[in-house]
């Protein structure tokens, strides 16, 4: 089964959220704006809205945690870069949405999903609270009825981050989403789930249990 074929229940394709609104947003540090209608194929433009290089680099964190809690039913799996890791069901399988995502995960099954992007932190003058919101701010913008929870603060694996639960429509349904912001010593990492909005309640603390399992591998 390919990426085209999977569907959420409305048939909503993951492609079309994880691919084009997701990832234009986080990859290479550009911001823009995408019509969710032809999502798949908008070209991404760097220029339009980079952040401007800060003058002083961020200070490298102290060293994290890199072991990753595994439960039973539990495995772990390394991202592509071979800078994180995450302990995922291992129902669960790789999946292939972008070449952009660092790690793509997820069930056809049990209708869940999570992708993780990764770029650089340091051409940012942002800090971790204004790059969260600049993020949630564009993909705000691809979704009717958008419904954004206030940024909570949360630390994984030692690592400070930010997480927002969001929901939104497109036009084949409507999706619910935690997104949560990470920053590791070199990186901003970009953790995303994507479950239909019906199984949200259901499917939230499970979820945010895995997302804690994210490590930095220390490389």
């Given at each position: 089964m390919t990426t085209a074929d999977r569907r959420l229940p409305g048939s909503l394709p993951p492609a079309l959220l994880l691919t084009a609104l997701l990832l234009t947003a986080c990859g290479g540090g550009?911001?823009?704006?995408?019509?969710?209608?032809?999502?798949?194929?908008?070209?991404?433009?760097?220029?339009?809205?980079r952040p401007q290089h800060s003058s002083s680099p961020s200070p490298r964190p102290t060293v994290r945690p890199t072991r990753v809690p595994v439960g039973p039913g539990m495995k772990v799996v390394t991202a592509t870069d071979g800078h994180s890791r995450i302990a995922i069901p291992v129902t669960w399988s790789r999946m292939k949405?972008?070449?952009?995502?660092?790690?793509?995960?997820?069930?056809?099954?049990?209708?869940?999903?999570?992708d993780v992007a990764s770029e650089d932190k340091r051409p940012y003058a942002w800090d971790l609270g204004a790059y969260a919101k600049n993020m949630i701010n564009f993909?705000?913008?691809?979704?009717?009825?958008?419904?954004?929870?206030?940024?909570r603060r949360v630390t994984i694996g030692g690592m400070p981050g930010v997480q927002y639960d969001f929901q939104g429509e497109v036009d084949e349904g409507r999706v619910a989403m935690l997104f949560t912001f990470v920053e590791g010593a070199e990186h901003y990492h970009r953790i995303s789930t994507t479950t239909p909005a019906s199984?949200?309640?259901?499917?939230?603390?499970r979820l945010r249990a895995i997302v804690a399992t994210f490590r930095e591998t220390g490389r």
């Open positions: 550009a911001a823009v704006e995408t019509d969710r209608r032809n999502a798949s194929s908008a070209p991404a433009s760097a220029a339009a809205s949405i972008s070449d952009d995502d660092v790690l793509d995960v997820g069930s056809d099954q049990y209708v869940e999903y999570l993909l705000s913008k691809a979704f009717d009825r958008v419904r954004v929870s206030k940024p199984r949200a309640a259901a499917n939230s603390r």
